[in-house]
């Protein structure tokens, strides 16, 4: 029952990898300002920050996204960089569209270049060429959802590869199993993750769980085992 860290903080989170964001109000300013800390209570990351982001949660558990991303006041505009976990500035702070560099998962963070978004690692590099109009996070599984248009989705990979070029109208991407269903028009299909057809898109739906797949055609359902 003794304590650990004091009771010095205005907000608290809870730990997850080993840190946890806490915070401190000021006076005549409103929010918090927000740092990080181990489980000694050390300050890892100061409370210097609008904002901090450092961990995802995915299947049933809370991930290292890589590096955390932390939002702070500018001289003319909010500015965005990003820390390792030892509290060491790996990629320096940016003024300017804060939505426009966004946290990590799963090692990579989704940037907006020049009209267009991409990926960058974590050492800053941008290793997927910022050329789509609108991008996922790598969040769930090695593969994200991309497009270049309100209807032109496809799938890429974490290395840079198109999987799934932009033809399609809608993707979804199956989270464990790596499958995507994909709609043309008005009816569904489904490519693994190797980009290779598995169902043409004659369906007016699909279910997918677990290697197998409910079709839909007309009112009638069917069961087909993948």
Same mark, same amino acid.
């Given at each position: ?16 990898? @080993? ?12 929010? *918090? ?59 320096? *702070? ?9 946290? *990590? ?31 996922? =996070? *790598?969040?769930?599984? =090695? ?16 290395? @840079? ?63 087909? @085992?993948?």
């Amino acid at each position: 029952n003794n304590v650990v860290i004091p009771f010095i903080y205005d907000v608290a989170l809870s730990f997850e990898n @080993g840190l946890a964001i806490v915070g401190h109000s000021r006076k005549g300013e409103q929010g *918090f300002w927000h740092g990080m800390i181990d489980t000694t209570g050390k300050e890892v990351i100061p409370t210097e920050f609008l904002e901090i982001e450092h961990a995802y949660y995915s299947n049933g558990q809370y991930r290292d996204a890589g590096l955390i991303r932390a939002l702070k006041r500018g001289t003319l505009k909010n500015a965005t960089g990003y820390y390792n976990y030892a509290g060491e500035l790996v990629i320096p *702070f940016v003024e300017g569209a804060n939505e426009d560099f966004r946290a *990590f998962y799963n090692g990579l963070a989704a940037v907006k270049q020049k009209g267009g978004w991409g990926y960058m690692n974590n050492t800053g590099e941008m290793v997927i060429p910022a050329t789509y109009a609108w991008v996922a =996070d *790598f969040s769930h599984s =090695d593969f994200a959802k991309v497009g270049r248009g309100v209807k032109n989705h496809g799938v890429v990979r974490r290395d @840079g590869v198109e999987v799934l070029p932009t033809n399609f109208v809608n993707v979804e991407i199956s989270t464990t199993d790596g499958i995507f269903l994909v709609q043309e028009k008005k009816l569904w299909g489904a490519y693994n993750c190797l980009g290779e057809e598995i169902l043409p898109c004659l369906y007016k739906n699909i279910i997918y769980n677990e290697g197998r797949f409910c079709l839909q055609e007309g009112k009638l359902w069917s069961i087909w @085992g993948y």
